[in-house]
């Protein structure tokens, strides 16, 4: 096991505030990674759906990967979003389950809370809610879910085993958990995984493959699947470190036992 912990978790936590703050605020901004509607239409999202949202709803949209491509969410189901940031993928979401459906993105950054809400006020959807908490102590309760996802995010938590446990406990037996994130192939120096700029930029909280699936395994998920790499950096200002330590976005999924 390679999981990072040596990043200080609390003053991890309010970098990733202030950057995402800036994403939330400032989403026309020079980052490290590419956002809004371009980042949208490179993940293969659904361009129809993508073009017909407001762009409050798509120009903070900071994730890595598409975590719809690996099983279409169905009518009714509820979901949660761990990290839902400017509510880009919970309005997805809400068109893929309808109106029987739920969708609950929590996130704990103040700005990307009141973007999300903002835009859930003009589109009006009844079954789309926004609470602020930590990924670490979800704001939901035991089996609720039937679905959790997640997108760029985890990467950005120093205890990925604690998110994990969280996600097993909000989702029903037999629910499932599929998340868009990073992962290295080439092992990140000591001096690397303890800068928080690479953290905040999500390339340095990834963890190599083998080391996402026994944590997931470790929180008691099964049957586990991983897709292709995505070329999340590629063009962007983060691509000279995704290079230098071959992080690649993947969308891995895995279900609760029944
Ligand atoms: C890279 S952005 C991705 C947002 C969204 N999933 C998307 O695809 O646009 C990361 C988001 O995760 C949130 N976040 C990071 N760590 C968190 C934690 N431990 N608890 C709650 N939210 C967290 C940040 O506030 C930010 O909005």
């Given at each position: 096991m390679t999981e990072a912990t040596s990043v200080d978790a609390q003053a991890l936590r309010a970098e990733v505030r202030e950057k995402y703050r800036e994403v939330a605020l400032e989403p026309g901004g020079s980052f490290h990674f590419h956002t809004g509607r371009k980042l949208a239409a490179l993940l293969g999202y659904d361009g129809e759906l993508v073009d017909g949202l407001p762009d409050r709803a798509v120009?903070?949209?900071?994730?890595?990967?598409?975590?719809?491509s690996v099983r279409r969410l169905a009518p009714g189901e509820r979901v949660v979003d761990l990290?839902?940031?400017?509510?880009f993928d919970c309005f997805v979401a809400a068109a893929a389950v309808g109106p029987a459906g739920r969708v609950i993105g929590v996130d704990m950054t103040p700005e990307m809370l009141a973007k999300s809400r903002g835009t859930k006020e003009l589109l009006e959807p009844d079954h789309v809610e926004f609470r602020e908490g930590l990924l670490e102590e979800l704001p939901i309760e035991d089996g609720w879910a039937d679905v959790v996802i997640s997108n760029g995010?985890?990467?950005?938590?120093?205890?990925k085993k604690t998110v994990f446990s969280e996600a097993f406990r909000v989702l029903r037996p037999g629910g499932i958990l599929q998340f868009a994130d990073i992962a290295n192939g080439k092992p990140l120096p000591s001096a690397a995984v303890c800068e928080i700029d690479l953290w905040t930029g999500c390339i340095a909280g990834g963890l190599p493959l083998d080391d996402w699936c026994s944590t997931l395994q470790a929180a008691g998920f099964e049957n586990l699947s991983i897709s292709s790499p995505i070329d999340a950096f590629g063009g962007s200002g983060g691509e000279q470190n995704a290079r230098a330590y071959d992080v690649f976005a993947y969308v891995f999924r895995g279900t609760k036992p029944a």
């Amino acid at each position: 096991m390679t999981e990072a912990t040596s990043v200080d978790a609390q003053a991890l936590r309010a970098e990733v505030r202030e950057k995402y703050r800036e994403v939330a605020l400032e989403p026309g901004g020079s980052f490290h990674f590419h956002t809004g509607r371009k980042l949208a239409a490179l993940l293969g999202y659904d361009g129809e759906l993508v073009d017909g949202l407001p762009d409050r709803a798509v120009e903070s949209f900071a994730g890595v990967g598409n975590p719809f491509s690996v099983r279409r969410l169905a009518p009714g189901e509820r979901v949660v979003d761990l990290g839902s940031g400017g509510g880009f993928d919970c309005f997805v979401a809400a068109a893929a389950v309808g109106p029987a459906g739920r969708v609950i993105g929590v996130d704990m950054t103040p700005e990307m809370l009141a973007k999300s809400r903002g835009t859930k006020e003009l589109l009006e959807p009844d079954h789309v809610e926004f609470r602020e908490g930590l990924l670490e102590e979800l704001p939901i309760e035991d089996g609720w879910a039937d679905v959790v996802i997640s997108n760029g995010v985890i990467n950005l938590c120093a205890d990925k085993k604690t998110v994990f446990s969280e996600a097993f406990r909000v989702l029903r037996p037999g629910g499932i958990l599929q998340f868009a994130d990073i992962a290295n192939g080439k092992p990140l120096p000591s001096a690397a995984v303890c800068e928080i700029d690479l953290w905040t930029g999500c390339i340095a909280g990834g963890l190599p493959l083998d080391d996402w699936c026994s944590t997931l395994q470790a929180a008691g998920f099964e049957n586990l699947s991983i897709s292709s790499p995505i070329d999340a950096f590629g063009g962007s200002g983060g691509e000279q470190n995704a290079r230098a330590y071959d992080v690649f976005a993947y969308v891995f999924r895995g279900t609760k036992p029944a």
